[in-house]
C-alpha cells in the first residue's frame, strides 16, 4: 500500500507564496509520475501540475494554462517527493490541493491520492 502525505498548505495573501510538498511512502518499488490536483468550492477537481519521476522523459513538466508562469513541480527522487512551488498567488488558487501518485508496488501499478491541503489566498 502507498500513502502519500501533503504539507505546506495555508493562508496567504494575494501576490504570496506558498511551497506545497508530498512525501510517498509504503511498499513503493518505483513512481512513474506525480501531480497536483485542486478543488474549490463547487468545482470539479483540476490538474494543476505533473512530473515525470522516471524513464526516458524524467522531469518533464505540464502545467495549467491558469498556473503557468507562476508554479513550478520539481521532485526528489531520493525522497519520493514532489513539490509544488506557488508564487504571485491569486485568490481564484484558493482550493484544496491533492497530491497524486502513479506508483508501482509488489502488486503492480497504481494511482494514489493524498488526504488533500488547504490553500487559502486572501487578504
Known amino acids: 500500500q502507498v500513502h502519500l502525505v501533503e504539507s505546506g498548505g495555508g493562508l496567504v495573501q494575494p501576490g504570496g507564496s506558498l511551497r506545497l510538498s508530498c512525501a510517498a511512502s509504503g511498499s513503493i518499488v518505483s513512481i512513474g509520475a506525480m501531480g497536483w490536483y485542486r478543488q474549490a468550492p463547487g468545482k470539479q477537481r483540476e490538474l494543476v501540475a505533473e512530473?515525470?519521476?522516471?524513464?526516458?522523459?524524467?522531469?518533464?513538466?505540464a502545467y495549467a494554462d491558469s498556473v503557468k508562469g507562476r508554479f513550478t513541480i520539481s521532485r526528489d527522487n531520493a525522497k519520493n517527493t514532489a513539490y509544488l512551488q506557488m508564487n504571485s498567488l491569486k485568490p481564484e488558487d484558493t482550493a484544496v490541493y491533492y497530491c497524486?501518485?502513479?506508483?508501482?508496488?509488489?502488486?503492480?501499478?497504481?494511482?494514489?491520492w493524498g488526504q488533500g491541503t488547504q490553500v487559502t489566498v486572501s487578504s
Open positions: 512530473i515525470t519521476m522516471i524513464g526516458s522523459t524524467a522531469g518533464s513538466t
Open positions: 497524486n501518485a502513479n506508483t508501482r508496488s509488489l502488486s503492480g501499478w497504481g494511482i494514489s
